[in-house]
């Protein structure tokens, strides 16, 4: 009899001991001490998703988008004015010894030369790097240039015509009948900068030819395959637009395809902000991204495995959005997948970057999980017992 005592109290020992002596990791928590929270529980409301609120969802997609604010209003009337550390080429007909050498190389610093016809067959490279060019006229810093016989001239906010015509009125009294032509043979002093996932991220000079939104975007080499171009990022004068390149490209919406300007930033970004998580009773929790800036909860639950058959509430499919910016107050939606237009209305329903998509715990699930649970306790009492007897 005292053998048999002793066998349980050793077995309750081993059982109540069993958390430091079982294999795997555990936590510690002795040295933890959590603060009660006194602070109320929060109620959250919860909007049914019905066919109303499909439609107002539909009329909320339309609202106007701010747009950025632009010099020119069409094309046509871009023009280029000269500006700081462009180089000019001055042709005065029938007086070579005022015209730039057409046939001379120029420095585009350290140990790179290229003719002038090289520089204007392409105006749109990166800005060039590298001093003065011996052959041309670098436009000053102070926005002038220094021409024989016309002496300083300030070049910078005039177009290539209104600096040809001074120039040619200037040579007036010294040559008959002047016939000048002005060129950029460089830009360098305006540019845009192209960031992010693009395959070739850097500067882009402004030339004359006007520079857009997917002007920029080709001319660096497009984008990388993990490229968001629904939220592509245009900071101008200190504020963030955000424009969708996809419209202009897939559904020919041109006020997306903006004109570009001096100083420019473009950021084109991962899809690291429109990701959608898909959690609870599902066959494969996980997380996936908008498919041209576009997922409805048909699609997210599709991507998962679908629900589970045995586990899942139908009831419970929750959207929860808002979390980032307020995550006290989130928007929390609810989907009865029972009813008949269910099917119709998770087809229709279109999630927001970062939503979360969580499918309910049925009842008979949770109680099955209890019971896994609780019966190994039960069995290892009942066996402790049958040894104490």
Known sequence: MLRKKLTVVLALSAFVSACSTAPGNYLDTSRLHEEPSNQPKQQLTVHLIDSQLVMQQAQGAATPQVMPPSRYQDAANYTYHIAPQDILGVTVFDHPELTTPQGSTFSAGGNTTQTVGQALSQPYTSALPGQADPYGQTVAADGTIYFPFVGRVRAAGKT??????????????????????????????????????????????MSDVPLTLVDAITRSGGTTDNADINRVRLTRGGKLYVLDADRMLDGGDASQNVMLQDGDVINIPDRTDSRIFVMGEVKT??????????????DALTQAGGILDTDANPRQVFVMRGMKDNPTQPDIYRLDMTQPDA??????????????????TAASATFNRVLQQVLPTIQTVFYLKQIAK
Do not use: C, E, H, W
């Open 160 to 205: 290539p015509s209104q600096l040809r015509d001074q120039l040619a009125s200037g040579l007036a009294p010294y040559v008959k009948n002047p016939q000048v032509d002005v060129r950029v043979l460089a830009y360098r002093s305006q540019k845009v900068q192209v960031t992010g996932d693009v395959k070739t991220p850097g500067p882009l000079a």
């Open 343 to 360: 099917i119709m209305l998770s087809s229709q329903f279109q999630l927001k970057p970062l939503d979360v998509v969580y499918v309910g």
């Open 285 to 298: 929790p996980t997380q996936t991204s908008l498919i041209r800036g576009k997922l409805t909860i048909a």
